[in-house]
DNA sequence: AGCATTAGCTGACTTTAGTCAGATACCTTC
DNA sequence: GAAGGTATCTGACTAAAGTCAGCTAATGCT
């Protein structure tokens, strides 16, 4: 086998000109690379400016003469922060949404002509997903959110199609106790999302009841992220969320097919009970005090 | 399944930053970024200054000053070409070596940390392998080569590995008919290599006889650049390198269980002849005419 | 031999990125 | 309401990268 340095450093090699040429595509629209940035930031939602300093590593006086050579250009306005105005607060202006979407297309188009004289297009993302994770792993943030938004869908739908495929007999959600979104927001339970670079990653729902007992339902850590802790980092989360609800104690049904999980549950202080419903497809039941 | 183009976007901002990164490990060491990369090119084996600042995208000015930087430093030095006294050729001095070496050391340790802290090395790599051949595939050099140098006996390694895991009864090189080297050598035949940033991931050979007959041989595509028309590539490379010798009549033998070589075998004017040999794989026998 | 071409070098220049020390206005806390 | 801290802005600066025209010497071609 060969020298599996090189195999990285010849892929560092490979995507370093791809990298290139995505920059001197950002600078084919006749601004310079660090404005381009600055503004497709904003483009992704970003709007604090200090948020887009931090993200982008900016100098503030830097970042300063940016937004100021993006106001002149008339693609960006900045308005006081409405709870401090010491802070700003940029957004596109409709020139600016335009210019935005000129990059946008740019980078899309790059990415969809990468893809489609690719073979085996499926393999190609698989095997950037899992290469984006491992480079990434340090910048997975685990953030709540709405067990509805799409991101949560996503994550959802992964789960069980995961589900219908480690089972023998399939998974169906409609013949499972699908817990109601309402338990899984504020107040009553929360739903965590992990995302990488805002591709959501992995998730897990703490469903709640309004009283000290709450359970842990969907942990699901996508197949490319594997590996990296991120299910012991979801279930932490999971656990903080608990306490912060005044939960004292967490239950959770699981399966014999989802080793991962149960090793991870074993693994971090969870002990087995009882069967504790009727739900047709656990056969492995956990209790942890807080 | 999300949006394909937001994956290979996020892999590009994962990429970028991971690029980045190494980018301030260059830099690291009290030099400019241009000059330590004409240094690492060449301390990589380029020589020619045309070629450098072909490689590197620089002007011809800015690459005059990079090497009198580094000449100043007394890490480089130029002679001019032997053949053309304009052109002029660049090498590390021995404190210019302990210099690379220690860009090298740099690069390799980012390399082994990143795959120490991943919990499937292999599938990580075998995915960066799929990626560079994808995005590397316009960089992809096909070069003749000794069938007896590392590179090429890397590719037959993988080669035969290959063989026994798609036939039957696996494959054993000893009971095969396999070719001296001096018949796959100028001036008899030749070996060909092909090479994506210095790793080989392709090879073909084309054993002769000294007369007008040849036969093909070894034909290997590495799974990550599947697809990309490498093995045609490589086919017309040896056609050529059979006209070179005044090669009339190529054979080849096959097995029913390599399809893609056969699908390309048929689609580029190669027509099913008798058995030609008794070696135990093969059932399948092509002929074509230059 | 004569002439266009090529490789590399040099000097003068611009652009871009980044740094740093105040200045200003605002916020938080005591 | 004073003190200390924070977010942003401005001006003055430097480093690095890149551009361009013109030069020299060697080469290829007729």
Known sequence: MLDPVSRIRRFNRAVTSEVGALDTGF???GRPLGVARVLNAIGH???????????????????SRFLRSLEEEGLVETV???????RRVARLTPAGEREFEAYEALSNARAQALLARHPKPDALLA????????????????????????????????????LGRRFERGFDVALSRDPDAADMRRPRGAFLIATSDGIPIGCVGLKGTGGTAAEIKRLWVSPAARGLRLGRRLMEAAEAAARDLAVEV??????????????LYRATGWSEIERFNDDPYPDLFFEKRL
Do not use: T
């Not at 006081?80 to 010491?86: C, E, G, L, S, T």
């Not at 967490?250 to 090793?263: K, P």
């Open 27 to 29: 600078l084919g629209r």
């Open 45 to 63: 939602g970003r709007a604090d400016v200090a948020d887009i300093r931090d993200y982008l590593g900016l100098d503030s006086g830097l970042m």
């Open 80 to 86: 006081p922060h409405a709870a401090d105005a010491r």
């Open 127 to 162: 095997a950037m997903d899992l290469v984006a994770s491992a480079l990434g792993r340090d910048r997975v943030s685990v953030v709540e959110a709405d067990p509805a938004c799409p991101e949560a869908r996503h994550c959802l739908g992964e789960y069980y199609a995961e």
């Open 250 to 263: 967490l239950r959770l049904d699981s399966n014999s097919a989802l080793v991962e999980a149960l090793a």
